[in-house]
């Protein structure tokens, strides 16, 4: 991996103890550690490769503290991220709000990053589905608003995880040949982007 270059900078971003590091560890490890909690601090990088059809991606994800006491920190690292996971825990609505709070700031601060929003823990929901604290149905609503995708995780039994990281590497792959397409060939976005735009990113 040293050496390698990355194509796209992703960010990780929720409340302290929503199941971030853990989501990096099943994503680049493929293991789970139950163990005593610990915070991040600061943040931690990680390399993933992901292959797209004939290419291979190579995400640089960022995995940043979520204590509200590194908050200042977080933002540093989610500029020019081409994507950010915003995750909240499953069985814990006040998440959801802090999840809110960063959707927010991207949107005024990052134009270009795509959200993807993030629930985790559901094996937790497996276990004993009154735990569920975020309604799924109101938290697709809010997604298509944003225009975010969303994707309920579980970083234990690693349901839903490749599927997510997958998206993102997709995502980029296809936004980046729409974008180059645009530019060398000058197409007039106010007159036809619905339709390059279609033809680019649905199959
Ligand atoms: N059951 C279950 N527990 C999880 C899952 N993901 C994380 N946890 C647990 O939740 C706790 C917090 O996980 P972390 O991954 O450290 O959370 P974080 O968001 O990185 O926390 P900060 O670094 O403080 O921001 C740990 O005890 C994990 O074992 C999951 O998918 N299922």
Same mark, same amino acid.
């Given at each position: 991996?040293?050496?390698?270059?990355?194509?796209?900078?992703?960010?990780?971003?929720?409340?302290?103890?929503?199941?971030?590091?853990?989501?990096?560890?099943?994503?680049?490890?493929?293991?789970?550690?139950?163990?005593?909690?610990?915070?991040?601090?600061?943040?931690?990088?990680?390399?993933?490769?992901?292959?797209?059809?004939?290419?291979?991606?190579?995400?640089?994800?960022?995995?940043?503290?979520?204590?509200?006491?590194?908050?200042?920190?977080?933002?540093?690292?989610?500029?020019?991220?081409?994507?950010?996971?915003?995750?909240?825990?499953?069985?814990?609505?006040?998440?959801?709000?802090?999840? /809110?709070?960063?959707?927010?700031?991207?949107?005024?601060? +990052?134009?270009?990053?795509?959200?993807?929003?993030?629930?985790?823990?559901?094996?937790?929901?497996?276990?004993?589905?009154?735990?569920?604290?975020?309604?799924?149905?109101?938290?697709?609503?809010?997604?298509?608003?944003? /225009?975010? +995708?969303?994707?309920?995780?579980?970083?234990? &039994?690693?349901?839903?995880?490749?599927?997510?990281?997958? /998206?993102?590497?997709?995502?980029?792959?296809?936004? &980046?040949?729409?974008?180059?397409? &645009?530019?060398?060939?000058?197409?007039?976005?106010?007159?036809?982007?619905?339709?390059?735009?279609?033809?680019?990113?649905?199959?």
């Amino acid at each position: 991996m040293s050496g390698r270059r990355v194509d796209a900078k992703v960010v990780l971003l929720g409340q302290e103890g929503v199941g971030k590091s853990s989501l990096v560890e099943r994503c680049a490890h493929r293991r789970f550690r139950p163990g005593p909690y610990q915070n991040t601090i600061g943040a931690a990088f990680v390399a993933k490769v992901i292959s797209v059809g004939e290419q291979t991606v190579t995400l640089g994800i960022w995995d940043t503290a979520g204590s509200e006491r590194y908050e200042a920190m977080s933002r540093i690292y989610y500029r020019g991220a081409r994507a950010a996971v915003v995750c909240y825990d499953l069985t814990d609505s006040s998440s959801f709000q802090r999840a /809110k709070f960063w959707v927010n700031e991207l949107q005024n601060c +990052e134009e270009g990053c795509r959200i993807y929003l993030c629930g985790t823990k559901s094996d937790l929901l497996e276990e004993d589905r009154r735990k569920r604290g975020v309604d799924f149905h109101d938290v697709q609503d809010y997604a298509d608003e944003i /225009k975010a +995708e969303l994707f309920e995780t579980s970083s234990k &039994t690693g349901q839903s995880v490749d599927e997510l990281f997958q /998206k993102v590497a997709e995502d980029y792959v296809h936004f &980046t040949a729409f974008q180059v397409m &645009t530019e060398e060939k000058g197409v007039d976005l106010g007159q036809r982007s619905g339709a390059y735009f279609y033809s680019c990113c649905h199959h």
